[in-house]
């Protein structure tokens, strides 16, 4: 992918709050915008990432900043749904059809089960129709063909939430032991509670402009998004809310990574900082092998080595991940970009990562969907 | 490649043959011409390749690779928490599928697929041991064949 920086991030914290949608998206918008020293107005296209909430939902968003005329796309993708838009977003500015793109994901979800995730109505009725059964099979599986064991599962709970202590943005600031994890509810065996990430709120923002338009504008050393791959099922893949699978099955997350690292023209060992899909702590151990940061069977033994966690070799979630962030479904992939600029920038704080230069971002969501983005300084 | 039919894609498959709850069926899947996959529920074109599909039975025994638990009845079931759930092998369709257990079952278990009855009135399908209803008929210790035994 070439010419496509992103000339500005913004962000509305995850949590719970008493205001809705519209004010969440507007504020990360607001926010981005701010930072990249634009006004709405001057932004070609706006592509609003949202699940849940209702129809023009990124109209009645941008309705909020200011009425200007220029197109309003929403996107929905499940959990990638943020991604989706910043991988459309960057095509059209590689494209040449547009020069700034302003993406905006933001999410107010209920409390409980993520419904309405794509499930069949015999599904449903059956009590098939549920997300964390499906993390449970794919934990379960971990458990059963690697070393790892339900103290590794804890310990991406700990690790992630001992992050999040220094990141704002972060809805669970708090860290937590291993025991309160392994003594934490159970929810579908082998996952708990506190193995699970919280559907939530909040809202995130990026501004891709063609690097050509940047450097007109005066915004000097942008981070560059140097690959931006969405896939979607392909014939032996498996993912939520499909109720069979091949025994040879795939996985869609390791073919966007491959695609990613293709169009950024380079290799896993090229990455300094990971932000992946923890939807729940054992799909955070697979992304390790997913995304080509461990060979298959070493998932535990990359965790327990330290290398993932911060100060170590090449930190993953300093952010906190889902697990402390909660999951506002529109909004994850482009706060996963918040942090990552964020981190290129140099502006982390406490949980900057010294020297990082390449980052990657992943999400996975129902329907078979994934997309890996990589950003450069 | 064959002519698919808009309307074929109006009717959901049935997934399992019709019967009494505890009584042994199968599972409606469809066999590819083409590339060899199965698919389950049955497609009329293949999902993977889009080559034709004729009608597949999935039957036990089956390897009960995985199995977790749902403890909390999810927005919508009409059946009640804590239920099993497990993800049942067919080595020859190279398939697995998830379903309900009929009881906690271990992982490499052999298991047969049968009509399951999780709610009152309710029917699906679900995977019981091979053996299972045997057992229950009759005296003496509970023991479900593994895997190792029977394939």
Same mark, same amino acid.
């Given at each position: 992918?070439?010419?496509?920086?992103?000339?500005?991030?913004?962000?509305?914290?995850?949590?719970?709050?008493?205001?809705?949608?519209?004010?969440?998206?507007?504020?990360?918008?607001?926010?981005?915008?701010?930072?990249?020293?634009?006004?709405?107005?001057?932004?070609?296209?706006?592509?609003?990432?949202?699940?849940?909430?209702?129809?023009?939902?990124?109209?009645?968003?941008?309705?909020?900043?200011?009425?200007?005329?220029?197109?309003?796309?929403?996107?929905?993708?499940?959990?990638?749904?943020?991604?989706?838009?910043?991988?459309?977003?960057?095509?059209?500015?590689?494209?040449?059809?547009?020069?700034?793109?302003?993406?905006?994901?933001?999410?107010?979800?209920?409390?409980?089960?993520?419904?309405?995730?794509?499930?069949?109505?015999?599904?449903?009725?059956?009590?098939?129709?549920?997300?964390?059964?499906?993390?449970?099979?794919?934990?379960?599986?971990?458990?059963?063909?690697?070393?790892?064991?339900?103290?590794?599962?804890?310990?991406?709970?700990?690790?992630?939430?001992?992050?999040?202590?220094?990141?704002?943005?972060?809805?669970?600031?708090?860290?937590?032991?291993?025991?309160?994890?392994?003594?934490?509810?159970?929810?579908?065996?082998?996952?708990?509670?506190?193995?699970?990430?919280?559907?939530?709120?909040?809202?995130?923002?990026?501004?891709?402009?063609?690097?050509?338009?940047?450097?007109?504008?005066?915004?000097?050393?942008?981070?560059?998004?140097?690959?931006?791959?969405?896939?979607?099922?392909?014939?032996?893949?498996?993912?939520?809310?499909?109720?069979?699978?091949?025994?040879?099955? =795939?996985? +869609?997350?390791?073919? /966007?990574?491959?695609?990613?690292? &293709?169009? @950024?023209?380079? %290799?896993?060992?090229? $990455?300094?900082?990971?932000?992946?899909?923890?939807?729940?702590?054992?799909?955070?151990?697979?992304?390790?092998?997913?995304?080509?940061?461990?060979?298959?069977?070493?998932?535990?033994?990359?965790?327990?080595?330290?290398?993932?966690?911060?100060?170590?070799?090449?930190?993953?979630?300093?952010?906190?991940?889902?697990?402390?962030?909660?999951?506002?479904?529109?909004?994850?992939?482009?706060?996963?970009?918040?942090?990552?600029? =964020?981190? +290129?920038?140099?502006? /982390?704080?406490?949980?900057?990562? &010294?020297? @990082?230069?390449? %980052?990657?971002?992943? $999400?996975?969501?129902?329907?078979?969907?994934?997309?890996?983005?990589?950003?450069?300084? | 490649?064959?002519?698919?039919?808009?309307?074929?894609?109006?009717?959901?498959?049935?997934?399992?043959?019709?019967?009494?709850?505890?009584?042994?069926?199968?599972?409606?899947?469809?066999?590819?011409?083409?590339?060899?996959?199965?698919?389950?529920?049955?497609?009329?074109?293949?999902?993977?390749?889009?080559?034709?599909?004729?009608?597949?039975?999935?039957?036990?025994?089956?390897?009960?690779?995985?199995?977790?638990?749902?403890?909390?009845?999810?927005?919508?079931?009409?059946?009640?928490?804590?239920?099993?759930?497990?993800?049942?092998?067919?080595?020859?369709?190279?398939?697995?599928?998830?379903?309900?257990?009929?009881?906690?079952?271990?992982?490499?278990?052999?298991?047969?697929?049968?009509?399951?009855?999780?709610?009152?009135?309710?029917?699906?399908?679900?995977?019981?041991?091979?053996?299972?209803?045997?057992?229950?008929?009759?005296?003496?210790?509970?023991?479900?064949?593994?895997?190792?035994?029977?394939?």
């Amino acid at each position: 992918m070439r010419d496509v920086v992103i000339a500005g991030v913004g962000i509305h914290p995850f949590g719970r709050f008493d205001y809705g949608y519209r004010e969440l998206g507007a504020y990360a918008a607001e926010d981005c915008l701010r930072d990249a020293g634009l006004t709405a107005d001057e932004v070609d296209l706006v592509l609003v990432a949202n699940v849940g909430a209702e129809m023009a939902k990124g109209h009645n968003v941008v309705n909020r900043l200011r009425h200007t005329g220029k197109p309003i796309v929403n996107v929905e993708a499940a959990c990638a749904s943020s991604g989706s838009a910043l991988a459309l977003g960057a095509a059209l500015i590689s494209s040449g059809a547009h020069r700034s793109v302003l993406c905006i994901g933001v999410e107010k979800a209920p409390r409980g089960f993520i419904g309405a995730s794509g499930f069949e109505t015999w599904q449903i009725e059956t009590g098939l129709g549920v997300n964390p059964l499906y993390f449970a099979i794919q934990a379960g599986e971990l458990l059963r063909d690697t070393e790892a064991t339900e103290a590794d599962l804890a310990e991406v709970s700990v690790k992630n939430h001992r992050h999040a202590v220094h990141n704002p943005n972060a809805m669970y600031r708090k860290e937590i032991s291993r025991e309160e994890v392994l003594e934490s509810r159970e929810v579908c065996p082998p996952l708990r509670l506190l193995l699970l990430c919280a559907p939530n709120e909040g809202a995130a923002a990026a501004l891709l402009m063609h690097s050509d338009e940047a450097r007109r504008r005066g915004i000097t050393h942008p981070v560059r998004l140097t690959a931006a791959a969405l896939v979607s099922r392909g014939p032996d893949d498996w993912f939520v809310p499909a109720p069979a699978f091949p025994v040879d099955r =795939t996985s +869609l997350s390791e073919r /966007a990574a491959q695609l990613a690292y &293709e169009q @950024a023209g380079i %290799g896993p060992a090229d $990455v300094d900082i990971v932000e992946c899909q923890d939807t729940d702590a054992a799909s955070e151990l697979l992304a390790y092998r997913e995304l080509g940061l461990c060979a298959p069977g070493e998932e535990a033994a990359l965790l327990r080595s330290g290398d993932t966690a911060l100060g170590g070799r090449r930190p993953v979630n300093v952010s906190g991940g889902l697990l402390s962030k909660g999951e506002p479904l529109g909004a994850s992939g482009l706060g996963q970009v918040h942090e990552l600029v =964020t981190q +290129l920038r140099g502006h /982390a704080g406490a949980r900057q990562v &010294e020297g @990082a230069r390449v %980052g990657l971002g992943h $999400v996975m969501g129902a329907g078979h969907n994934s997309c890996v983005v990589v950003v450069q300084r | 490649m064959t002519s698919l039919e808009p309307a074929d894609l109006l009717a959901w498959p049935e997934l399992f043959l019709t019967a009494e709850p505890g009584a042994p069926t199968a599972l409606l899947a469809g066999g590819c011409t083409g590339c060899r996959r199965t698919a389950f529920p049955r497609a009329a074109r293949c999902p993977a390749c889009g080559a034709a599909t004729r009608p597949t039975e999935l039957r036990g025994p089956a390897v009960l690779d995985t199995c977790t638990a749902v403890l909390s009845t999810p927005p919508g079931a009409l059946v009640e928490a804590p239920y099993e759930v497990g993800v049942a092998r067919f080595p020859a369709a190279r398939i697995c599928v998830i379903g309900l257990l009929t009881e906690r079952i271990e992982p490499g278990t052999m298991v047969d697929v049968v009509v399951h009855e999780p709610y009152p009135g309710g029917r699906t399908f679900g995977f019981r041991p091979v053996g299972a209803a045997d057992r229950d008929l009759a005296p003496g210790p509970r023991t479900t064949p593994s895997a190792e035994r029977l394939l």
